[in-house]
């Protein structure tokens, strides 16, 4: 009776069992030798089945078995090196970090970090609400320089406590040449490990990677 190699039926099994990823179990090795003794004793007297085949097989299942094991090291090397990422940004909770994301406006000023164009000769800072709708455009000088948004407006009142998108535009001779977001400051309030990446969380569904961030200080009165 002509046998047909185990070595790839056990390879299966080993890669494709619930909890993949997971080291092979003895039942997986154990299954592995029935099915060897099964085809030893089953095989042609005639026409027995090369020594080598079976050195083969065997290798193929040393071969799964390291492959899985190997894999349960990396996963376990990431966890430990995205813990290790964690404790590194602990220290900056309760910080003030600066990036480009929305702002927290709880009647405390803001600092905008504007970067225009180099050519510019007009420079605004356009604010919008939650829902997307502009509530204020403010001319800064063209410069880098931080600037600090109170949320005043023209009639003496303040915009209400809440998230606002800020972008700066600059202009050259009355055309829009660059209209990104605004790098601001806000206060760190937790750290997350979050697909795969770092993220501080700063409330209100506001978040942004630690790779984004451009600049750490001290907060205001700390």
């Given at each position: 009776m002509q046998t047909s190699p185990i070595g790839?039926?056990?390879?299966?099994?080993?890669?494709?069992?619930?909890?993949?990823?997971?080291?092979?179990?003895?039942?997986?090795f154990e299954m592995f030798l029935k099915m060897l003794t099964a085809q030893m004793t089953n095989q042609d007297p005639l026409e027995p089945i090369d020594s080598a085949d079976y050195a083969v097989q065997l290798a193929t299942f040393s071969s799964v078995e390291q492959q899985v094991l190997t894999n349960d090291l990396l996963r376990m090397l990431s966890s430990q090196m995205s813990t290790g990422g964690m404790a590194q940004y602990a220290g900056w909770v309760g910080q003030e970090v600066?990036?480009?994301?929305?702002?927290?406006?709880?009647?405390?000023?803001?600092?905008?970090?504007?970067?225009?164009?180099?050519?510019a000769d007009r420079v605004d800072l356009v604010v919008r609400d939650a829902a997307g709708e502009v509530?204020?455009?403010?001319?800064?000088?063209?410069?880098?320089?931080?600037?600090?948004?109170?949320?005043?407006?023209?009639?003496?009142?303040?915009?209400?406590?809440?998230?606002?998108?800020?972008?700066?535009?600059?202009r050259a001779q009355g055309e829009l040449v660059l209209s990104e977001p605004a790098e601001i400051y806000q206060e760190v309030r937790e750290v997350q490990?979050?697909?795969?990446?770092?993220?501080?969380?700063?409330?209100?569904?506001?978040?942004?990677?630690?790779?984004?961030?451009?600049?750490?200080?001290?907060?205001?009165g700390g």
């Open positions: 790839t039926a056990v390879a299966s099994s080993a890669m494709a069992s619930p909890g993949a990823g997971r080291a092979p179990t003895s039942s997986d600066r990036a480009a994301m929305p702002g927290i406006f709880d009647g405390t000023p803001i600092t905008i970090s504007p970067n225009p164009a180099a050519l509530v204020q455009t403010v001319p800064l000088p063209v410069s880098a320089d931080p600037f600090d948004w109170t949320g005043d407006l023209p009639d003496g009142t303040v915009l209400p406590p809440g998230t606002y998108d800020f972008t700066v535009e600059s490990f979050l697909d795969g990446d770092i993220a501080l969380i700063f409330g209100e569904g506001v978040a942004a990677l630690a790779s984004t961030i451009s600049a750490i200080r001290q907060p205001r």
